[in-house]
């Protein structure tokens, strides 16, 4: 790699400032991650498109895209490409090639950078999460080596592609992020498996991985009866409603790990306290011991969404500690400019935490047998209870300070009555 001072970030951004003149920015996601896909793939047939009319451009890219691997690459071609001054963002990505000096190096900045702006700047319900989750996750994760990864609703793989795996199975109902993500991790050399499904319908068996982390859709009407054969479903005690997909996909994303994965999932706070269908889940999990920790994100901790809700992590393994673990980090959450941030510093005191460290402000582990004196309500209400300080008075001097008051008070008296006298007397 070129010894430099290239910001990759900001130079993408200023790209994607002077391409909001000419294109629509429900377009633009796409055509920003093409243009980093090909001049990774031919960084000189990328110069040639410069010299070229926007209708040739988009024929030439068609034509070029012929000799790809990739699944789902013609979903970045829109329509609309011939339409936009798309040399405007080639030209970022051949000035940060020209940078960097080699595809690989290219590749794997390129593959980080873009990820994070494509979250930042596009909010859109497909990119499924965003930053400050992606990093939360991967310090809660830590640097452990993983064998295998899967995400049932992985938008463009943001948080996918914080970890450290050696394969990656990526699902997603909507097929261009799913195409960005494809560009997104060849750029970064990593292995990966897309399929384009309804992760909650369709019939996969499990691929037995070490770590599942999912964010679904909230509030996701489902049909129960297109579910019935999944292989993922477990037996409980109540028949699923329409409104069960937050259960849906904890048993979805559980039936992914093997004997000794991890599951991290963001649902909706609601469910730790939900009767019916949601209750006989959350009993089944509990009396086996699966829920390993429940971390509570404040409202507001998404971009699109202000509802509470919770990083639900399941443990098919050992656990470290007895119980559950709650921790309710939304002191270190803060708002700034329209999003949230959490500090590096922060950060690292939450993962302590979430390992082991005590800390009793923001994290208590809580026994199955007190839950179950509580309905196998999990809220944090429940068992995060702000003690009322009541000071204890020293009686003794209490009662001097209330002899001094009262000699004060007869004092005063006498006072009064002798100046009401003297006007008496004036009076007269």
Avoid at 330 to 359: N, Y
Wanted: negative net charge; contains cysteine.
């Amino acid at each position: 790699m070129k010894n430099n001072q290239f910001d990759l970030k900001v130079r993408i951004k200023q790209s994607l400032d002077a391409l909001h003149m000419f294109q629509k920015a429900e377009h633009i996601p796409e055509l920003v991650t093409l243009a980093a896909y090909v001049c990774f793939m031919d960084v000189d047939f990328a110069r040639s498109l410069e010299k070229l009319s926007k209708t040739k451009v988009k024929d030439e890219i068609k034509q070029f895209l012929r000799e790809t691997d990739l699944k789902f690459i013609d979903a970045l071609v829109t329509e609309k490409l011939d339409e936009v001054e798309f040399s405007i963002i080639l030209r970022a990505f051949i000035e940060a090639f020209a940078s960097y000096g080699n595809a690989e190096d290219y590749g794997k900045a390129v593959a980080q950078v873009l990820a994070e702006v494509l979250a930042d700047e596009f909010n859109y319900e497909f990119f499924s999460s965003n930053e400050i989750l992606a990093n939360l996750v991967k310090v809660l994760v830590g640097d452990q080596q993983v064998n295998r990864f899967y995400d049932g609703a992985s938008g463009i793989g943001l948080i996918a592609s914080k970890m450290n795996a050696q394969d990656y199975y990526l699902r997603d109902i909507n097929q261009l992020p799913l195409a960005m993500a494809e560009v997104l991790f060849k750029l970064a050399g990593k292995r990966l498996d897309c399929q384009l499904q309804d992760s909650l319908t369709a019939n996969e068996l499990s691929n037995e991985v070490d770590l599942v982390v999912s964010t679904p859709p909230f509030g996701e009407r489902i049909n129960p009866n297109a579910l019935k054969s999944t292989l993922y479903l477990r037996h409980l005690s109540k028949i699923m409603p329409t409104n069960a997909s937050d259960s849906a996909w904890i048993q979805q994303a559980f039936y992914q790990l093997n004997e000794t994965g991890k599951a991290f999932i963001q649902i909706p706070s609601g469910w730790l306290f939900r009767g019916g269908y949601d209750l006989a889940l959350r009993s089944e999990l509990l009396e086996n011991d699966w829920i390993d920790s429940i971390i509570l994100l404040p409202k507001g901790f998404m971009q699109h969404s202000k509802i509470e809700t919770i990083l639900l992590v399941l443990n098919k393994g050992g656990k470290q500690h007895k119980g559950v673990k709650l921790i309710d980090i939304s002191q270190f959450v803060k708002r700034k400019v329209l999003r949230s941030t959490i500090s590096d510093e922060d950060l690292q005191h939450i993962a302590s935490v979430f390992h082991g460290k005590a800390d009793e402000d923001v994290c208590k582990i809580v026994t199955v047998d007190e839950i179950r004196s509580n309905d196998m309500n999990l809220s944090f209400n429940k068992y995060f209870i702000n003690e009322i300080q009541i000071k204890r008075l020293d009686l003794v001097q209490e009662h001097q300070k209330l002899q001094e008051l009262e000699q004060d008070f007869i004092g005063a008296q006498m006072k009064l009555h002798k100046l009401l006298e003297q006007c008496g007397q004036n009076t007269r």
